[in-house]
Nanobody, 126 residues
Framework: QVHLVESGGGSVQSGGSLRLSCTAS????????MGWFRQAPGKEREGVSC????????YYLDSVKGRFTISRDNAKNTLYLQMNSLKPEDTAMYYC???????????????????WGQGTQVTVSS
C-alpha cells in the first residue's frame, strides 16, 4: 500500500521560508515522477513543481521560479520543496503526488498522478 506523508507546512510572514518534505512508502521511489501541487480555497489544484528520478530538469510553475527548489533523496524515499521569498499568494494546502515514470500526460496535470498525500497547510501573511 502506497503512502505519501507531507510535513513542514506552517505560518510565516511574507518573505519567509519553509521546507516541505514528503516521505514515500510502498513504492519503488526511483520508478516515479514526484510532484508538488497546491490548492487554495475556491481554486483548482495546480502543479507547483515536479522532478524525475534523475533530478535533472525539474519543472516549476512560472510564479515560483527562482523562489522554490524541488529535490529528492532517492535513498531516503523523500521529496523536498524549499520555498523562499514566500508571498501571500503562495498560501494553500500543498500536496505531494507520485506517478509512474511511464505515465503520459502533462507533468502538471493532477489527473496523471496516481498517489497523493494528505496535504500540509502553508499560510503566508503580509
Amino acid at each position: 500500500q502506497v503512502h505519501l506523508v507531507e510535513s513542514g507546512g506552517g505560518s510565516v510572514q511574507s518573505g519567509g521560508s519553509l521546507r516541505l518534505s514528503c516521505t514515500a512508502s510502498g513504492l519503488t521511489f526511483v520508478d516515479y515522477v514526484m510532484g508538488w501541487f497546491r490548492q487554495a480555497p475556491g481554486k483548482e489544484r495546480e502543479g507547483v513543481s515536479c522532478i524525475t528520478w534523475t533530478d535533472r530538469n525539474p519543472y516549476y510553475l512560472d510564479s515560483v521560479k527562482g523562489r522554490f527548489t524541488i529535490s529528492r533523496d532517492n535513498a531516503k524515499n523523500t521529496l523536498y520543496l524549499q520555498m523562499n521569498s514566500l508571498k501571500p499568494e503562495d498560501t494553500a494546502m500543498y500536496y505531494c503526488a507520485a506517478r509512474p515514470i511511464y505515465s503520459s500526460g502533462s507533468y502538471f496535470s493532477p489527473v496523471s498522478y496516481n498517489y497523493w498525500g494528505q496535504g500540509t497547510q502553508v499560510t503566508v501573511s503580509s
